[in-house]
């Protein structure tokens, strides 16, 4: 049975850096579709970054109000999101997702997750303030 597992949320003031992990455990996989998402209180949850991947062959992708300070990474089993200069506005509770060895149609489709969230498998969550 696949588990994801988060650390690293925390309460920072404005400008401050996190970095969250999700342990993924339970099955071995070579290629994989995998995202951060994130859900403010009284907001929907909204994608933040997705990574795909096979081998050493990755693609990226972020929501456009992280673009140029979040960076998502995977290695070793674990997904990674390094978050730097942290504004109030990314207060919210932090979600991995997986999709581990999807179909290629769902691999080469994982940034649609970014809108649709639309994975098989998630974490408990992290939660993150930024005060100011």
């Known amino acids: 049975q696949v588990q994801l597992v988060e650390s690293g949320g925390g309460s920072v003031q404005v400008g401050g850096s996190l970095r969250l992990s999700c342990a993924a455990s339970g099955r071995t996989y070579s290629r994989y579709c995998m995202g951060w998402f994130r859900q403010a209180p009284g907001k929907e949850r909204e994608g933040v970054a997705t990574i795909n991947g096979i081998g050493t062959v990755e693609a990226l992708h972020y929501a456009d109000s992280v673009k140029g300070r979040f960076t998502i990474s995977h290695a070793n089993a674990t997904l990674y999101l390094h978050m730097n200069n942290l504004q109030p506005e990314d207060t919210a509770v932090y979600y991995c997702?997986?999709?581990?060895?999807?179909?290629?149609?769902?691999?080469?489709?994982?940034?649609?997750?970014?809108?649709?969230?639309?994975?098989?498998?998630w974490g408990q969550g992290t939660q993150v303030t930024v005060s100011s």
């Open positions: 997702g997986a999709d581990l060895e999807p179909s290629w149609g769902q691999l080469v489709a994982c940034s649609r997750n970014l809108v649709r969230g639309d994975l098989p498998y």
